[in-house]
């Protein structure tokens, strides 16, 4: 028996329990996809793994910082790897657990990035600590045509919450683009508070959009609403529709 056919074999066995929520069809169209992470810390390194576990076999994770001691409480990866490229750091615990997966790693801001890593893509995560990264992201989003999902985290000692945005290319040529969100947003503060199971949230949410535009299950809200915030403290998720701006740095009528 060829590796391929047993690895194919053991992939229907271990993903039997999503059948039924998913055609096998859809499955087949997870394990073929290849997501580029745009930041692989707390967010980023939960929303692969989350990815990884529900079928997801073909990453690109893109990171220019290395994992803190204090980035623990929100990472995939352990205290073996503080010290570690972020990036490098995802791509070895989850290389661990899913060896047969493929998973490309950049220790690069995603403004430098060889734009050409993002050709395959199926969907861009975008998840980074800088602003600047975070414009690039839904630039190149833009550029190729390629759906973003951008997820932030509010300061926890304010609001025990955090929100995701979407911009698909088939969904709407008035919907906000990722960066529409950060009009006049230079720099997110340093030494926030950020809880991990707001994280988790967050990322659960993020994983969760992102098997919807990749098999178009129940991919219905989708089509009408661009805009999730989870308050966890109160227990609340809301969607809106939320419209371009006309001075957006990026998908704006001048650029
Ligand atoms: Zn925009």
Not at 87 to 116: D, G, K, Y
Not at 238 to 252: M, P, T
């Amino acid at each position: 028996m060829s590796t391929s056919i047993r690895s194919s074999r053991w992939y229907r066995s271990e993903y039997a329990a999503n059948l039924g929520a998913l055609s096998v069809r859809q499955q087949a169209r997870l394990r073929a996809s290849r997501v580029a992470l745009a930041g692989s810390g707390g967010v980023g390194s939960l929303t692969a793994s989350a990815l990884a576990m529900v079928g997801v076999r073909r990453f690109v994770l893109i990171d220019p910082q290395c994992l803190e001691i204090d980035n623990l409480n929100r990472s995939c990866a352990g205290v073996d790897y503080v010290g570690v490229s972020k990036a490098l750091a995802c791509r070895s615990v989850m290389q661990q657990r899913f060896p047969e997966a493929e998973i490309a790693a950049f220790v690069s801001p995603v403004e430098t990035v060889n734009p050409e890593v993002f050709n395959d893509c199926d969907v861009i995560i975008s998840a980074p600590n800088a602003i600047k990264a975070r414009r690039a992201a839904a630039r190149i989003a833009l550029r190729k045509r390629i759906p973003i999902i951008s997820a932030g985290l509010a300061d926890c000692r304010k609001s025990w919450s955090g929100a995701v945005t979407v911009w698909h290319p088939g969904y709407g040529k008035k919907a906000a683009c990722p960066a529409c969100f950060l009009n006049g947003v230079r720099t997110v503060p340093r030494g926030e508070s950020l809880l991990t199971t707001v994280v988790l949230l967050i990322a659960s949410l993020t994983a969760q959009i992102a098997v919807q535009i990749l098999t178009g299950a129940r991919a219905q809200a989708l089509r009408s609403h661009n805009f999730f915030r989870i308050d966890a403290g109160n227990y609340v998720l809301e969607k809106f529709a939320v419209r371009r701006l006309k001075d957006c740095e990026v998908c704006g009528v001048r650029n």
